[in-house]
């Protein structure tokens, strides 16, 4: 329920819920429908349906603090997808190593050889979440 209301009230002061473009309101509908654990069925439909809106829906999400929003989108987004990780990439880059640490946390269990690579070059980083990047990317790729 808390993120219904925490995406709704992104979406809101993005102005997507008032949004006159058809597509889009459409898919505001489609989400006011959805019940329980919904971001794989939503993911999937932006993908296939809606893949010119990603950034313009998972901005305001990401942009609106939310913790647990922000870290559905790591865990839900497709990095094999060339938009997708270059979102994570670019939203990872901005993340404070303490204040953000659930956020780091989830890059570092969803981060392919690329993104975690760029999370072992901070200098801020927490030794746990450190040695998590260091053992995913070690079974990523193994030496």
Same mark, same amino acid.
């Given at each position: 329920?808390?993120?219904?209301?925490?995406?709704?009230?992104?979406?809101?002061?993005?102005?997507?819920?008032?949004?006159?473009?058809?597509?889009?309101?459409?898919?505001?509908?489609?989400?006011?429908?959805?019940?329980?654990?919904?971001?794989?069925?939503?993911? $999937?439909?932006?993908?296939?349906?809606?893949?010119?809106?990603?950034?313009?829906?998972?901005?305001?999400?990401?942009?609106?603090?939310?913790?647990?929003?922000?870290?559905?989108?790591?865990?839900?987004?497709?990095?094999?997808?060339?938009?997708?990780?270059?979102?994570?990439?670019?939203?990872?880059?901005?993340?404070? $190593?303490?204040?953000?640490?659930?956020?780091? $946390?989830?890059?570092?269990?969803?981060?392919?050889?690329?993104?975690?690579?760029?999370?072992?070059?901070?200098?801020?980083?927490?030794?746990?979440?450190?040695?998590?990047?260091?053992?995913?990317?070690?079974?990523?790729?193994?030496?």
């Amino acid at each position: 329920m808390h993120q219904r209301e925490a995406a709704r009230a992104a979406w809101a002061e993005a102005g997507l819920l008032k949004t006159t473009d058809l597509k889009l309101r459409r898919f505001m509908r489609e989400f006011e429908t959805q019940t329980g654990d919904c971001w794989p069925q939503l993911a $999937a439909r932006v993908r296939s349906d809606y893949p010119e809106y990603l950034e313009r829906l998972a901005a305001p999400l990401w942009k609106s603090g939310d913790t647990l929003l922000r870290v559905n989108l790591i865990r839900h987004a497709d990095l094999a997808r060339k938009d997708e990780s270059e979102l994570i990439q670019r939203w990872a880059a901005t993340l404070d $190593a303490e204040r953000n640490r659930y956020e780091l $946390a989830a890059v570092v269990d969803q981060g392919g050889t690329e993104l975690l690579d760029k999370v072992l070059k901070r200098k801020k980083l927490p030794d746990s979440l450190r040695l998590a990047a260091q053992q995913r990317r070690l079974q990523i790729e193994p030496p």
